[in-house]
């Protein structure tokens, strides 16, 4: 028996049946992956499963993973989606769960995130109580480049109010120690999501909006990757971001 899935599967309170429709898959079909040893799905199900799930492949296919194993400078790919729509809520939940030390939310807006994590304010307020950093990274809503962004884009939800969305929900958990938000006009084009060794990123192309961003899915796995690449861009868009409170307090921006 796959111990491993069984558990997997009853902590995320996930029926044989509900993740065979996940898989597109019969449901006997998902009572074989789990009790007939050394049956193993296909690669495009393992990755479904995983991300449901929010488990690693290594640990519910050990032998899998290890003949599957990558080696070169592209290990750090976790998944690859063409559209950020197309990546599961439930991975960003999963992700935002287990994270214990850092949480940062460098995307321009992060509107969505309010729209497709039920109860995320309280979730940031519980990660910050227990200790886990939170930064939020968005546009400055008055800013010359949000107005011109704006113009590409073309939609009527405008990116300030997109952002003003987010600045009226992190002001209702602003007191909580260990959230923060600065504003940066330093990631337009470009937004990343951490969560501890986890990362998301999304580059913008030209006259589309968030949710149709080419997207990856990344695991730290090496000094100086992909991975701290991004993180570093990070740290410097932070350190030279403006800290969002301190405006408002000092200069009603």
């Not at 599967?9 to 009790?35: H, P, Y």
């Not at 989606?81 to 990546?87: A, F, I, K, W």
């Not at 949480?103 to 969505?112: I, K």
């Not at 990116?159 to 923060?180: F, H, M, N, W, Y």
Request: aromatic share 8%.
């Amino acid at each position: 028996m796959n111990e491993a899935l069984r558990r997997a599967m009853a902590q995320a309170r996930l029926t044989d049946r509900e993740l065979a429709e996940r898989c597109g898959v019969d449901i006997k079909t998902i009572g074989r992956w789990i009790t007939q040893t050394g049956r193993v799905p296909h690669a495009r199900h393992r990755w479904i499963i995983c991300e449901v799930l929010g488990e690693d492949e290594a640990v519910l296919w050990p032998a899998a993973a290890k003949k599957a194993i990558k080696v070169g400078p592209d290990r750090e790919i976790v998944s690859v989606y063409p559209y950020r729509s197309g990546c599961p809520a439930s991975l960003w939940r999963s992700l935002i769960t287990k994270a214990e030390r850092e949480l940062t939310f460098a995307g321009y807006t992060n509107y969505f995130l309010w729209l497709e994590q039920a109860r995320f304010g309280t979730a940031l307020r519980r990660k910050g109580v227990q200790g886990c950093r939170v930064r939020f990274l968005v546009g400055d809503p008055d800013s010359e480049l949000t107005r011109s962004r704006e113009q590409e884009e073309g939609v009527a939800l405008t990116l300030s109010t997109r952002i003003r969305v987010t600045l009226a929900e992190l002001e209702k958990i602003q007191s909580q120690p260990g959230i923060d938000a600065r504003y940066s006009s330093g990631h337009a084009h470009l937004s990343v999501f951490r969560f501890d060794d986890d990362m998301i990123v999304t580059p913008l192309l030209t006259h589309s909006v968030g949710h149709d961003a080419p997207t990856l899915h990344l695991r730290r796995r090496q000094d100086d990757g992909m991975f701290d690449r991004f993180a570093a861009h990070v740290e410097e868009l932070w350190r030279r971001g403006t800290p969002i409170w301190e405006r408002e307090i000092d200069g009603q921006a």
